[in-house]
């Protein structure tokens, strides 16, 4: 199917184990990036990406480590899970040099960290 | 650095009433705006966006919202909401000059349509 997909969908881990969440888009498109939703913070970046092999911080990256050795993939690896990492987290991606500058939305990676 | 704030975290409303979602931005040069919802345990979906010309922009559902550049806001509007209206709304800022395509996103505002 075309689009944007997040896997896996929910997740429980524990403290101090290693985690990867999965994130796919089929429409090649150029930018990507992973957010994380609390409540009472909205959505603040983790990553992004520009392109295959061209990854940047964003407002939160301390504890989360990504690749993108695929233009169509982009994995977000929390090395040492912690409780404080427990959220909602999206992908999303966009067209570089879009005049809709529209981002596109994954539907969401639940994860807990006990 | 840029920032939004979306001054209300909930907002009830009766079905059919009129309601308005504010959104202030930090002030720059050349902003892009946009409002996203999200649905209970869904993704986030593009509402509505201003990149330029007219300032009023508007939704296929109803939904409206004004660039307002004097006062750096981007209020969303609807005349009459439905019960199908009942999701959470964010205001996003993307600064046109950087680059990045990065967006800031405000606190979001939960909307609670009432019957």
């Known amino acids: 199917d075309a689009g944007i997909t997040q896997s896996p969908r929910y997740k429980i881990t524990e403290t101090g184990r290693q985690v990867t969440l999965m994130c796919h888009q089929t429409w090649s498109h150029s930018y990507m990036f992973w957010y994380r939703q609390d409540l009472g913070h909205g959505l603040r970046l983790i990553y992004y990406?520009?392109?295959?092999?061209?990854?940047d911080k964003g407002e939160v990256p301390d504890g989360y480590v990504v690749s993108r050795s695929k233009t169509e993939n982009f994995p977000l690896t929390l090395e040492s899970a912690t409780r404080s990492q427990t959220s909602v987290y999206f992908c999303?991606?966009?067209?570089?040099?879009?005049?809709?500058?529209?981002?596109?939305f994954g539907p969401g990676t639940r994860l807990t960290v006990l | 650095a840029q920032s939004v704030t979306q001054l209300d975290s909930q907002v009830p409303v009766f079905e059919e009433a009129p309601v308005e979602l504010r959104c202030n931005y930090s002030s720059s040069v050349s902003v892009y705006l946009f409002w996203y919802v999200q649905y209970p345990n869904q993704g986030l979906q593009l509402l509505l966006k201003y990149l330029s010309g007219s300032t009023l922009v508007e939704s296929i559902n109803g939904f409206e919202a004004e660039f307002n550049k004097s006062q750096t806001s981007f209020h969303l509007r609807k005349p009459s909401v439905h019960i199908s209206d009942t999701a959470e709304y964010f205001c996003?800022?993307?600064?046109?000059?950087?680059?990045?395509?990065?967006?800031?996103f405000g606190t979001g505002t939960r909307l609670k349509v009432l019957a």
């Open positions: 990406s520009a392109a295959a092999d061209i990854t």
């Open positions: 999303a991606s966009m067209v570089a040099g879009s005049s809709y500058n529209e981002q596109f």
């Open positions: 996003a800022v993307s600064d046109g000059l950087s680059g990045t395509y990065k967006y800031i």
